[in-house]
């Protein structure tokens, strides 16, 4: 099915989960008694293929494939597609360490989308330390490689969240003295000066075993979750960039049940907890779920113009070879 097919009803959150490495369109109706509806596969993909990590761009979405070297971006409302070719591999070693993000620039008659993707190696030691940062830029069809000497680090398992064409990733100050990250800041990747901007403190300092989640609310306003994993695990603190507008009535989070993927909860204020549980065949479980507010976007998927690709240089690519060399030995 199409987005495009199913229109959200009042009091309808229509929502892309990733489970089973498919896609599914599911909606969420907080009028009345919370209800949970699974509406059908996404098909606008030209193949069968495996979808392993998913990124939302206000309507885009960004999938890395399983068992495919390309990437894809798909607008699902609008069934377009378009496939991206990377320079070079993103599974060293066969795990793929790399982190992604999707965004856009801002021109007088459209939106210019580009595709970040990076891998940064942290270690005490810093002769065991390297990163490498690329972007692709869907109007030239060409990747270019970033420099960027980070004094962040991000956290590899806290995927970014886009907000109005930029990235926001949970990070800390790097520091060659702890082995973790201690997500206590935001740091924003702008796509227009391709450039990470300086680290900007979260309202709390995190210990070792709690988990920051970094989401956005209705495309408008950054929200943070922050989870007490020993300390008090049913306890969970919400932080967002702004205030609510009092006509916003529903104020709520979804998520996972990570004892029970096929389980999504809903955390609303005054101790409002909900569990509704998904029905159906999702398929292969191994797949991490992943569950993403959706809102369809009319933006046209630019496709290449069929320019000849450019050749990267000898020392760029013995660049690359090296540091993924350095990463397989470790």
């Known amino acids: ?59 885009l979405l960004l999938c890395i494939l399983k068992e495919d070297s390309r990437f894809v971006v798909q607008n699902p409302f609008l069934g377009q597609t378009r496939w991206i070719e990377p320079r070079y591999s993103h599974r060293p070693n066969g795990w793929d360490r790399f982190i992604y993000a999707l965004g856009y620039v801002n021109k007088e008659s459209c939106r210019s989308y580009k595709f970040l993707r990076f891998i940064d190696y942290y270690y005490k030691a810093p002769e065991k330390q390297f990163f490498w940062y690329e972007i692709y830029d869907f109007d030239s069809d060409l990747w270019t490689t970033l420099d960027v000497t980070p004094h962040w680090r991000i956290a590899f398992c806290n995927p970014g969240v886009s907000l109005k064409g930029n990235t926001y990733f949970c990070a800390a100050e790097r520091n060659v003295d702890v082995d973790e990250v201690l997500a206590n800041s935001l740091i924003c990747f702008d796509f227009t000066s391709e450039r990470f901007g300086p680290l900007l403190p979260l309202p709390f300092s995190g210990g070792h075993h709690d988990y920051t989640t970094l989401s956005c609310v209705r495309e408008e306003k950054l929200a943070v979750i922050l989870q007490h994993d020993e300390s008090n695990p049913y306890e969970l603190d919400l932080w967002i960039t702004t205030k609510i507008e009092t006509e916003e009535e529903k104020k709520v989070a979804f998520g996972f049940d990570d004892r029970n993927r096929h389980r999504v909860i809903v955390i609303g204020e005054a101790g409002y907890l909900r569990a509704l549980d998904l029905v159906g065949d999702f398929g292969d479980q191994r797949c991490t779920p992943d569950l993403s507010s959706y809102v369809p976007s009319l933006v046209q998927i630019k496709q290449p113009e069929g320019r000849e690709r450019k050749q990267e240089s000898d020392l760029e690519k013995s660049r690359y070879d090296e540091n993924m060399s350095r990463l397989n030995s470790l």
């Open 1 to 59: 099915m199409h987005i495009g097919q199913a229109a959200a009803k009042e009091g309808e959150f229509q929502m892309i989960m990733l489970m089973g490495y498919n896609l599914y369109l599911t909606s969420i109706v907080l009028n009345g008694d919370p209800s949970i509806e699974h509406k059908g596969k996404l098909t606008c993909l030209d193949k069968q293929v495996k979808i392993s990590q998913l990124y939302h761009c206000e309507g």
